[in-house]
């Protein structure tokens, strides 16, 4: 096993230099039977991988403590499912799940129906073969997953206890498929400057693998988040530590390219941003693993200190020094198509703040996130920066970010007029100031909180009015009936409707943050068996104290039944878990929800006499949160949904060349 | 007469200390907003990665003793200004959740603000370049720069409507 285990890493790393080398020579030779022979190679390497990705799987299932990784991360009396996605706890075994993405994200393009003929194939799959090859290096030669131990150990160290989650299960996972996937638009851009081929073709692929990448990366903030909430007992569910910030960075770099992207789809403009945008996405998800993987910094995420983060450090600027030097070499092509704006006031206007804001917003979280390294290189001096640098810098921007968000679909394209603003804006923003006094009046009077619920009113009603004079229109013409009119809109454009969707998901999770930062209220509080702990309308009463065993973990629990205004609403069962191969206790939280707020309750300490402490949290508006992480699902999935491809596959009419 | 002053004095700081007993034995909420904006400044140094405020009393030895020397130096009537600079000049600013707002560390709060007003009037140069670039050209008709997407719609309708009647 270890020897067959050992070679599906080093027989791929050959087959991914051999296909890298002879696809380079199949393009410059011009010779499609060389092309083809490295497409097979791709295959031959994801038959590698995935024997690869098998035999950890099977090693870690079957307990097999002879090799180093299995030990380090899995114990016999976890459970299979946790010892299976232990494969992805530590640095190798996340490293070959990378690599496997990648692998499987090339050979859909290097066979993709779509793309068949296309001479930007071999280029798409070289750039992506170069990564393999990297990828395939580290692990044969710097993080290799199969070491076996000199002495067998009786027993492995266990998987870290937070990890044992259903939403750890997911997360890496889903954020892997969006780092990974965001190395496809940066091949897609590639290929295009290398072919000289500046025509949309490529950026209407790219757009598509875009958001498929950006639907995984919030996917994985949205389960990381999730995670936080239920498992680490702190009732957050975002830390601005900066592994979180290094995949909240390219999740806003591409939500800025999703944007700029149709102006160039319809003035032929901003070509050099787009293909920038891409970069700088590409080379973010390198930076996160270069500070998840280096140790550089203090992060609750980090992977054992390590000099792997050096090795993504260089092959980050390779990448870019050559991504660069390429689109300076097409400079001039590009620049060619620089394009003009009929006024101030239009659609892409605000695009542009749109992209201002996002990479406003994702600057300041770089900024943030290595500031400790300026500081401590400019004046010897470490500083920490945390939850209130990162709220109070974030906050303007993205509250500033869902304006624009509120204010854009209403404006049109070309040029809008005072009598269009008026025409568009006047109903909303009245409405939306109504709404904001009417606030004020019921008791919300924090300015940040009234200010924010203003914005998301406004977006709501600018959003809603689309749909209606959307379907207006077309029952003007059509006479359809309003749910078949709405339908039918909404699927002939996929991208614009499914747009909105995501808009919608955003301002309810927006709605769950400001609520939930600026009107949660707690208490720690030891009481007595039998006792009650009271806070705002709810009453929880503390009826019982208990231990159980659940295989070498120990349980301490208290039954708790809630009253809400002496009405009762159901029990809950705080845990405290403690681990028999485990330093940490970890939380298991009591949770009631409801659309309206959270009730979150933490079994804090205990005495042998039944006497406990808790933590009792009233968190608003968290549903919203995960209701508006749903609608940003459905809405990216909307948008991709191919149907018959006709809003989605263009037809390419790039440069010719003799292999494809 | 003096002995009658003693005694009464001492009567006086018998119940006063007692005063301050009673206020110390009674459970501090540890989860108040008053205690939350002194320990949230603070950032727990286990590796929880977690402020002294969230930080559990239960898996963080180190954050039990933090939180009671605060609650002490709350009870002295300090302020959150005084406990603030107390620790920062036992641990450096290091301890402190966010930068300070002075000398270099200002840096960190201004940068991003600063590039954004900066991309923003470089952005405003962009815009109007283009726009006087437009015009310069041509002159769009009012009529076409009236035109919105709804219309787009309505005439997309239209020719929906043409081809189902005729194909």
């Known amino acids: ?660 | 007469m003096k002995r009658k002053i003693y005694i009464g004095l001492l009567l006086i700081a018998f119940i006063f200390q007692a005063s301050i007993i009673q206020v110390q034995a009674k459970e501090f909420d540890y989860k108040s907003k008053e205690f939350e904006a002194v320990a949230s400044q603070f950032m727990c140094t286990c590796g929880c990665g977690q402020d002294h405020f969230e930080c559990d009393p239960k898996t963080c030895n180190l954050t039990v003793g933090f939180k009671e020397d605060i609650v002490e130096m709350m009870n002295k009537g300090w302020n959150k200004e005084k406990i603030r600079e107390y620790y920062v000049n036992i641990y450096g600013e290091e301890i402190l959740t966010a930068p300070e707002k002075s000398g270099f560390s200002l840096v960190a709060w201004v940068m991003p603000f600063v590039v954004l007003i900066l991309a923003g009037v470089a952005i405003f140069f962009i815009i109007r370049k283009w726009v006087k670039k437009k015009e310069t050209e041509v002159q769009t008709p009012d009529n076409e720069s009236d035109k919105d997407e709804v219309e787009d719609e309505i005439l997309s309708s239209m020719i929906e409507e043409e081809r189902k009647k005729y194909l």
């Open chain 1, 1 to 660: 096993m270890y020897l067959f285990a050992n070679a599906t890493i080093y027989v791929g790393l050959a087959l991914a230099i051999y296909s890298l080398l002879i696809i380079t020579l199949g393009i410059s030779t011009k010779n499609q039977k060389l092309i083809n022979s490295g497409k097979g190679g791709v295959i031959a390497i994801l038959v590698c991988a995935s024997m690869a990705m098998l035999s950890l799987f099977y090693l870690l299932a079957t307990s097999q403590f002879q090799y180093e990784y299995v030990t380090d991360y899995t114990s016999s009396e976890l459970p299979i499912i946790y010892k299976l996605t232990a494969l992805w706890a530590g640095n190798s075994g996340s490293l070959l799940l990378w690599t496997f993405f990648l692998v499987l994200y090339t050979v859909m393009i290097a066979f993709s129906r779509k793309m068949r003929g296309n001479p930007m194939v071999p280029y798409i799959s070289a750039i992506l073969l170069g990564n393999i090859v990297f990828f395939f290096l580290i692990l044969g030669f710097v993080a290799k997953p199969f070491v076996l131990l000199d002495q067998v150990p009786i027993e492995g160290h266990g998987l870290n206890p937070m990890l044992q989650n259903p939403g750890m299960i997911i997360h890496p996972v889903t954020l892997y498929l969006g780092y990974v996937g965001l190395a496809i638009p940066f091949a897609f851009a590639m290929a295009a400057l290398i072919l000289k081929n500046v025509d949309d073709f490529w950026i209407k692929m790219t757009r598509r693998w875009t958001i498929i990448a950006w639907l995984f990366l919030s996917l994985g903030n949205i389960f990381g988040g999730q995670w936080a909430y239920v498992e680490l007992g702190w009732g957050g569910y975002w830390a601005w530590d900066p592994v979180e910030n290094a995949s909240f960075m390219p999740w806003l770099t591409a939500t800025a390219f999703l944007h700029s992207v149709m102006i160039q789809e319809r003035k032929n403009m901003l070509k050099i941003w787009n293909i920038s945008l891409i970069i700088t996405s590409y080379a973010l998800t390198l930076f996160g693993t270069f500070l998840v993987r280096s140790g550089v910094l203090t992060s609750v995420h980090a992977f054992a200190n390590s000099n792997l983060g050096l090795y993504f450090l260089i092959f980050m600027g390779v990448a870019v020094i050559g991504a660069l030097y390429v689109l300076m070499s097409r400079y001039s092509l590009l620049k060619r198509s620089a394009g003009e704006f009929n006024s101030y006031i239009s659609k892409e206007s605000s695009f542009l703040i749109n992209n201002l804001l996002l990479v406003g917003a994702a600057f300041g979280v770089f900024w943030g996130t290595v500031f400790p390294l300026v500081s401590e290189a400019v004046r010897g001096t470490k500083v920490t920066v945390g939850m209130p640098f990162f709220n109070t810098v974030q906050a303007p921007i993205l509250l500033s970010m869902m304006f624009v968000m509120a204010v854009c679909p209403l404006l049109a394209w070309q040029r809008s007029s005072l009598k269009n603003l008026k025409k568009n804006f006047l109903i909303p923003a009245i409405l939306a100031v109504v709404a904001m006094a009417l606030m004020v009046v019921l008791g919300i009077q924090k300015a940040w909180a009234v200010i924010g619920f203003g914005v998301i009113v406004l977006l709501f009603i600018t959003h809603f009015l689309e749909f209606y004079r959307g379907v207006k229109a077309r029952r003007k013409m059509t006479n359809e009936k309003v749910y078949l009119s709405l339908y039918r809109l909404m699927t002939k454009n996929r991208r614009r409707y499914g747009g909105y969707i995501v808009h919608i998901g955003i301002a309810f999770i927006a709605m769950g943050i400001i609520g939930s930062q600026n009107y949660d209220v707690q208490t720690m509080k030891t009481v007595n068996l039998g006792d009650s702990i009271e806070l705002k309308d709810y009453r929880i009463n503390y009826e019982r104290l208990d231990q159980k065993r659940e295989g070498i973990n120990d349980i301490v629990y208290a039954e708790m039944t809630v009253f809400k205004n002496g009405k009762r609403i159901g029990s809950i069962m705080p845990e405290k878990v403690f681990y028999g191969n485990w330093d940490q206790p970890s939380s298991e939280v009591g949770l009631i929800s409801s659309l309206k707020e959270d009730l979150y309750v933490v079994l804090s300490d205990w005495e042998d006499d039944g006497k406990a402490t808790f933590i009792v949290k009233i968190n608003p508006m968290i549903t919203w949160l995960w209701i508006g992480s749903f609608m940003i699902v459905i809405g990216s999935l909307f948008a991709v949904w191919n149907g018959k491809y006709q809003n989605i596959t263009p037809r390419y009419t790039g440069v010719r060349k003799e292999v494809s």
